[in-house]
């Protein structure tokens, strides 16, 4: 987890360093969600790429379990009751497992589920298919017990909640408010996520100052992470 007020003075602080200007709230949650999207998919190419390097991959087996690590926490399992249609979660990003009736399932899509019609290769109880479909998945054949299944989900909104004092000329972090949200990547992300908020809010202002100094801060962190 990262502190979302943490991240928003340091923003704040950095942005009026370099004359940025002020950035509201509204702004930075809208900023912040962004930025947290873009670090969280960008672990599944890292993860892909590091996983494809040729020969010896030595080198590379710490960093593909960082990242396997920093996925992980958004796993989440679900339980379906009987049957062969389902809904996907509304935070749903990806499958990572399903089983019918205690039966791991092949994953396919709706097209190749045609190369099961066969009598061989038709899916069974002890081999049952899945595919995705719309907003939900489908299983083949239906389960007569349940259906389990082992997502990620994608993290929720970052929201920095405030009040409104007529003391104060700006407004006050509250932290107690109903919606109020921490970011939930690992706290390791905190340094990557000011960067590219800055980047935002640099590029919104036309302030190409702060977008580039915020740009040669995170370049600046891709290779001390990957050296």
Do not use: C
């Amino acid at each position: 987890m990262v502190n979302v007020n943490t991240v928003y003075q340091t923003v704040l602080a950095l942005a009026d360093k370099d004359k940025g200007g002020y950035i509201t709230p509204q702004e930075f949650n809208l900023f912040a969600k962004h930025a947290q999207n873009e670090i969280f998919e960008q672990y599944f190419y890292d993860l892909n790429q590091f996983k494809r390097v040729p020969g010896n991959q030595s080198d590379y087996a710490d960093a593909v379990g960082i990242i396997q690590d920093k996925i992980n926490a958004f796993v989440v399992a679900k339980t379906f009751n009987a049957g062969s249609s389902y809904a996907l979660p509304p935070d749903f990003y990806r499958i990572s497992l399903v089983s019918v009736d205690g039966n791991t399932a092949e994953k396919t899509d709706r097209e190749q589920q045609e190369n099961y019609k066969p009598a061989l290769l038709a899916p069974t109880k002890s081999r049952p298919i899945f595919y995705l479909f719309g907003q939900g998945f489908i299983v083949k054949p239906a389960a007569d017990s349940q259906v389990y299944m082992s997502y990620i989900k994608r993290p929720l909104a970052a929201n920095w909640t405030y009040v409104v004092s007529q003391n104060a000329k700006k407004p006050l972090y509250n932290a107690s408010a109903a919606d109020h949200r921490h970011f939930e990547l690992h706290s390791s992300e905190e340094k990557n996520l000011i960067h590219k908020i800055l980047q935002l809010a640099g590029i919104s202002t036309k302030d190409f100052n702060t977008a580039q100094f915020a740009n040669a801060e995170e370049v600046k962190s891709i290779q001390q992470e990957k050296s």
